[in-house]
């Protein structure tokens, strides 16, 4: 008892003394009480943003979802093929289709209405955590911009992709280069850039601290850093428009800042310390969208021609026969989106020039039992691959026929759902033939209804899936079951 009176003396006296001395200097309390303030403040403004309680409406924000599904896919897959850049990117390029065709697994890191700066910092975090062996940067946002006098709305942008990063390192080493001095701490934290949440949305703060306490779902989904953000092809009025009042953008008018041309020439050197391939991609709005693309294209030359890389640009190179009204969004202001239909015909236009262009060696999973229990059934899967024997849901019902001249690789019936099949059939492209204008005709033994017959079935040629050794026909069948193929021919008008 006695040492525990002498121990509670001895603290109480070294506690008084401590007191005397703050007291008798009253600026050294001063800090000593700011000093704790703050580190109060701190610490809960880290748990406020752990806990999210200040973040903005998280419904649409896939920019984290990239992010954070990039980490996870990462932990058990390669990833192969890392394309990178901003909303042109996510919504002109198809992942699962792009993967698919190649056999290897693709990904798209992108967040809206970023510039080259932040593709850069993004591509140096993605690379601490994957090594691709190719690399693919869209180019609209290479252009004429400093990152110290943005405009509110791209700040925001910028803000919505340095949070959802998650390497400490990365962000520390960026924050200087993405942003001036007085955005740092917004940059950083949600909760100081959102406080005024407490006085104008406390809806928002209300559904946070619910969703707080909500473990968050798993997403089982696959999912590659697509976002369908149009379905829409530009409408008659658009039409109109641009017959009325020209082009919305003026390629004279394209320039780039010092900053792009020093982030441009990073990524080339980090690729080339990384040894991985890279290739510059520029995708393309509607033709009528643009006049005096030449000089834009000259003026971004001075940037991309410096360095050997191989630089695909479908602006300039602008297919009119596939990239219709209904592959662009329907809207005349200057910034114009691909829409669903045309990052089908962009992503086959890639991965064609892939395959033709580079001289590298990818990946190809295709006979992997992981890589095709991963993408069976997602888009573009059985206009891409095989039907395998022990698949009890499709069938495969010619493989590697020869008739009436035509080298038929395959045909298959793919269940969709109860009451929808579709009939894939794969020809071997030849020199000679273009059959892109044709049908394929088939003629079936069917039942239908305990009912025999043989039945002429029509296929359209598939204008989305554009194989670059095969063409690919597609019709939509009724509940039949077919036996067995008789003959096949191509009607062409």
């Known amino acids: 008892m006695k040492k525990e ?63 954070d599904t990039f980490y996870s896919f990462v932990e058990k897959n390669e990833v192969d093929l890392l394309l990178m850049g901003n909303s042109h990117m996510y919504s002109g390029i198809n992942p699962k289709n792009l993967s698919n065709t190649l056999g290897l697994n693709a990904f798209i890191l992108a967040s809206p209405g970023t510039r080259i700066i932040d593709t850069y910092f993004g591509l140096k975090e993605a690379l601490q955590i994957s090594k691709p062996k190719l690399v693919v940067i869209e180019t609209y946002g290479i252009n004429n911009f400093n990152p110290y006098e943005l405009s509110k709305q791209n700040l925001s942008d ?100 010092i900053y792009a041309e020093k982030y441009v020439d990073k990524i080339v050197a980090l690729c080339k310390e990384k040894n991985i391939e890279l290739i510059f991609l520029t995708l393309p709005m509607y033709h009528k969208h643009i006049e005096n693309y030449a000089s834009w294209k000259n003026k971004l030359g001075e940037i991309l021609h410096k360095h050997p890389n191989k630089w695909m640009d479908m602006q300039s190179d602008f297919d009119r026969i596939n990239f219709t009204t209904n592959c662009f969004q329907d809207t005349y202001k200057s910034n114009q989106h691909m829409t669903y239909y045309g990052s089908l015909i962009a992503s086959y236009k890639l991965a064609g ?34 039907v395998m024997q022990d698949d009890k849901t499709n069938r495969l019902l010619w493989k590697n026929k020869k008739i009436n001249g035509l080298i038929i690789d395959e045909v298959s019936v793919i269940k969709e759902d109860k009451k929808k099949y ?34 002429r079935i029509n296929l359209n040629y598939d204008k989305l899936h554009q194989l670059t050794d095969q063409y690919i026909f597609k019709s939509q069948l009724k509940p039949i079951e077919i036996y067995n193929l008789v003959n096949a021919s191509i009607i062409c008008n």
């Open 5 to 67: 009176k002498k121990k509670n003396q001895k603290f109480n006296s070294d506690t008084s003394s401590n007191s005397l001395f703050l007291d008798k200097n009253p600026i050294l309390k001063i800090i000593v009480k700011s000093i704790l303030l703050i580190l109060i403040l701190s610490i809960g403004i880290v748990v406020s943003d752990r806990k999210g309680y200040f973040d903005p409406d998280q419904t649409n924000n896939h920019t984290k979802k990239k992010w």
């Open 353 to 386: 020039f892939i395959k033709t262009e580079l001289n590298i060696e990818l990946p190809n999973r295709k006979k992997e039992v992981k890589w095709r229990k991963m993408f069976f059934g997602q888009e573009g899967f059985f206009e891409n691959n095989t």
């Open 422 to 455: 579709v009939l894939i059939a794969k020809i071997k492209k030849q020199k000679q033939d273009d059959l892109s204008k044709c049908k394929l005709s088939l003629l079936a033994n069917t039942s239908n209804q305990e009912q025999d017959k043989i039945v």
């Open 158 to 257: 910028q803000f919505k992709s340095f949070y959802a990063r998650k390497s400490l390192k990365t962000k520390l080493l960026s924050t200087v280069s993405l942003f001036k001095s007085d955005n740092y701490l917004y940059a950083w934290s949600n909760s100081i850039r959102n406080h005024e949440f407490i006085f104008k949305d406390t809806t928002q703060l209300s559904k946070n601290f619910l969703l707080a306490q909500k473990k968050p779902k798993k997403n089982r989904d696959l999912y590659l850093g697509r976002f369908a953000a149009f379905n829409k092809g530009i409408s008659k009025k658009i039409l109109a428009k641009y017959n009325t009042d020209g082009a919305p953008v003026n390629g004279e008018d394209y320039d780039y800042s």
